[in-house]
T-cell receptor, first 108, second 114 residues
């Protein structure tokens, strides 16, 4: 079912580091690429989203980079904090296909 | 931001009984609602997509007679797990969107079938 491939599966960084999570998609009809953050036992929360007409979008400490020709997009978390420790999912378009998820741990 | 309320947040039921989960968009009209199932430490697997007033579209492998979805209004969708069995125990999550743009998620329902 997964039409969006996400990597890495897990990621550990030190506080202040910049974790990068990558996603690749196949369907060129996808036109909306959100990132979600999920804490254990909770539903996902929308972090930031991008459309393919821009190559980068920044909201606070979160940045999406989008490469339309490569069909890839990534999430960068600047100045990461222990409170950012969560599972992050990318998704594609209105079909809402999710990546496999990345479990991020930010060490103090 | 848009709020989606899912109820109940957890439920325990006996094998063979049915359970209904509600998903409500509180401050917007949701033309489309999605239902997902999530196993521990795994991604969200789309079960079905429902548009208000029409039948839900189920993903391959999802039994529509077992997972009944109703989207009777622009603010409410329900998922009924019929004749639940222990293997149906999971975390069920709904999301709601307007014209399939941004999707907002409920807080999820932990179903345990004993």
């Amino acid at each position: 079912q997964q039409q969006v491939k996400q990597s890495p599966q897990s990621l550990i960084v030190q506080k202040g580091g910049i974790p990068i999570i990558n996603c690749a998609y196949e369907n060129t009809a996808f036109d909306y690429f959100p990132w979600y953050q999920q804490f254990p036992g909770k539903g996902p929360a929308l972090l930031i989203a991008i459309r393919p007409d821009v190559s980068e979008k920044k909201e606070g400490r979160f940045t999406i980079s989008f490469n339309k020709s490569a069909k890839q997009f990534s999430l960068h978390i600047m100045d990461s904090q222990p409170g950012d420790s969560a599972t992050y999912f990318c998704a594609a378009s209105s079909f809402m296909r999710f990546g496999a998820g990345t479990r991020l741990t930010v060490k103090p | 931001g848009a709020v989606v309320s899912q109820h109940p947040s957890w439920v325990i039921c006996k094998s063979g009984t049915s359970v209904k989960i509600e998903c409500r968009s509180l401050d917007f009209q949701a033309t489309t609602m999605f239902w997902y199932r999530q196993f521990p430490k795994q991604s969200l697997m789309l079960m079905a997509t429902s548009n208000e007033g029409s039948k839900a579209t189920y993903e391959q492998g999802v039994e529509k007679d077992k997972f009944l979805i109703n989207h009777a209004s622009l603010t409410l969708s329900t998922l009924t797990v019929t004749s639940a069995h222990p293997e149906d125990s999971s975390f069920y999550i709904c999301s709601a969107s307007t014209y399939r743009v941004e999707a907002f998620f409920g807080q999820g329902t932990r179903l345990t079938v004993v």
